[in-house]
């Protein structure tokens, strides 16, 4: 969505009271962007009749407004599309998230114990929001220990089938998969004989 939306709602209730207005707006810009235009006046109407504070709105509430007035110009089958740059984020999510588990101790810990599409899924979040306020440097990024339990005891109970559709929604291609999931099956081969952690080779 352009900035007419936006536009509408500083001239209603002026400049956001945050520490840094611009983030702000330029974060607005950014979650609104999925949005047509020609949402923006209904938007603004259904957000100004159902405010009952003089403040600025928040990003969930200008979120809402938009969500209304789409429901009510579209079907139930019409979705807001995505952007070409959403697009390009999420390819770039997948991508850094596949990468991660590959060269990580971590990640190949989770691919060989197969919990590795949960801890992708995880990936994948903290890189679009380190993206969004502008992280680029992503070489610490942190997993919560009490997710990586959880994810560890629900692998124990999984059925060893489902691996190579893990790997397939992990690196989005059938053959590496399948190249995976033999080095995998190698590597437990190869921990069972030793009883000792194992690196994953990429070779």
Not at 139 to 149: F, L, M, T, Y
Request: glycine residues 4%.
């Amino acid at each position: 969505m352009s900035t007419q939306l936006i536009n509408l709602l500083v001239r209603r209730y002026g400049e956001p009271s945050v520490a840094d207005p611009k983030f702000f707006i330029d974060t607005l810009k950014t979650v609104t962007s999925a949005y047509d235009d020609d949402l923006a006046e209904r938007a603004f109407q259904i957000l100004v009749t159902g405010r009952k504070y003089s403040t600025f709105p928040s990003e969930g509430d200008v979120l809402e407004s938009l969500k209304k007035a789409h429901a009510e110009v579209h079907s139930d089958r019409d979705k807001p599309k995505l952007s070409t740059v959403q697009l390009d984020m999420e390819d770039q999510a997948k991508r850094f998230a596949a990468d991660w588990l590959k060269r990580d101790r971590l990640g190949r810990l989770a691919l060989i114990e197969g919990w590795g599409r949960q801890l992708r899924n995880d990936l994948i979040q903290k890189f679009k929001i380190a993206k969004r306020y502008g992280v680029l440097d992503l070489s610490n990024i942190e997993v919560d220990p009490a997710r990586i339990a959880a994810y560890r005891k629900q692998a124990s109970n999984k059925c060893v089938d489902t691996e190579l559709l893990d790997l397939s929604v992990i690196f989005g291609s059938k053959d590496e998969a399948e190249h995976w999931q033999r080095k995998l099956k190698e590597i437990r081969q190869q921990n069972a004989a030793r009883k000792t952690p194992s690196e994953v080779s990429t070779q």
